[in-house]
């Protein structure tokens, strides 16, 4: 079982003091953006023995004390976002569903992966906006589909995305309903729409029609738990990106496996195909 009080207490010292090793890494050697692509949760409940959360039997579980695999794993998840503020990367994506799911699972579990994300959003507001803080916060993905879904959800997303705009600090990036393909559609019809012309169109011209309209470099670091080794249809977002694989179960993993990737990845050589 997850040990939470021990978490927040950790997070009280400063994650320099608890990893010393990253007062070894120069400010221009982290990564500019951490992509993270939590992998585990209803595998982690079938070992646990426990019924998904957004089932009925799940629910009667947790009336009696116990979490979901999904519950688990976002509880790992708030603590890193809050512990890798602290460190010199301007942006933290978390790819939270991706558009080929809508296919995969079923509709409960999607309703209820969907509420978890509005509380999170909400949540992610009020710390985003701490004056220490001033972080801004950017949503990835189809707000029309999710607003088909789940409306307070596509209104949670647009009013932490109004709020924080004009906020400097690292930006918290949730991709909810998002697939490189899908993206990729979206610019071209973007495109057409414009009437721009094909032979005069430039790298930064795509990255502007894209649906976070340019405001997030790809990343350069992407850390998969479950020890899975595949992107999974990320798309651009993932070009040149360095990949480290957590060999546990999301809801199983600590900030230490994931300022282990950070660490992995400032002493590679990154030569960009040169």
Not at 6 to 25: A, D, G, H, M, V
Not at 94 to 116: P, V
Not at 182 to 197: G, M, Q, R, S, Y
Request: aromatic share 6%.
């Amino acid at each position: 079982m997850l040990n939470i009080e021990n978490r927040t207490n950790q997070q009280n010292i400063s994650i320099y003091e608890r990893f010393p090793e990253l007062k070894e890494i120069a400010e221009d050697g982290y990564p500019k953006h951490v992509l993270i692509i939590p992998d585990g949760n209803r595998r982690w409940e079938k070992e646990q023995k426990k019924p998904g959360i957004f089932s009925a039997a799940g629910e009667i579980f947790k009336q009696a004390g116990e979490i979901s695999g999904h519950e688990a794993g976002y509880g790992v998840l708030k603590e890193v976002i809050r512990d890798l503020r602290q460190l010199p990367i301007e942006t933290v994506t978390i790819w939270g569903l991706s558009t080929d799911n809508y296919h995969k699972r079923s509709e409960t579990e999607i309703n209820g992966l969907f509420k978890i994300f509005e509380g999170a959003t909400n949540q992610a507001v009020d710390e985003l906006m701490a004056e220490n803080i001033k972080g801004r916060f950017i949503h990835i993905g189809d707000k029309e589909r999710i607003g088909e879904r789940r409306p307070s959800l596509k209104k949670a997303l647009e009013r932490a995305e109004e709020i924080t705009k004009e906020n400097k600090g690292q930006k918290l990036c949730f991709a909810i309903d998002y697939g490189g393909d899908d993206e990729t559609i979206k610019v071209v019809k973007k495109a057409l729409e414009l009437n721009l012309n094909p032979k005069t169109i430039t790298r930064n011209d795509i990255n502007n029609l894209r649906n976070e309209n340019g405001l997030i470099t790809p990343a350069d670091l992407i850390i998969r738990t479950s020890g899975e080794l595949r992107t999974s249809g990320i798309g651009w977002i993932a070009d040149n990106a360095e990949f480290y694989s957590i060999s546990k179960l999301l809801p199983e993993t600590t900030i230490e496996d994931f300022i282990n990737g950070i660490t992995e990845f400032a002493k590679r050589d990154r030569r960009g195909g040169k």
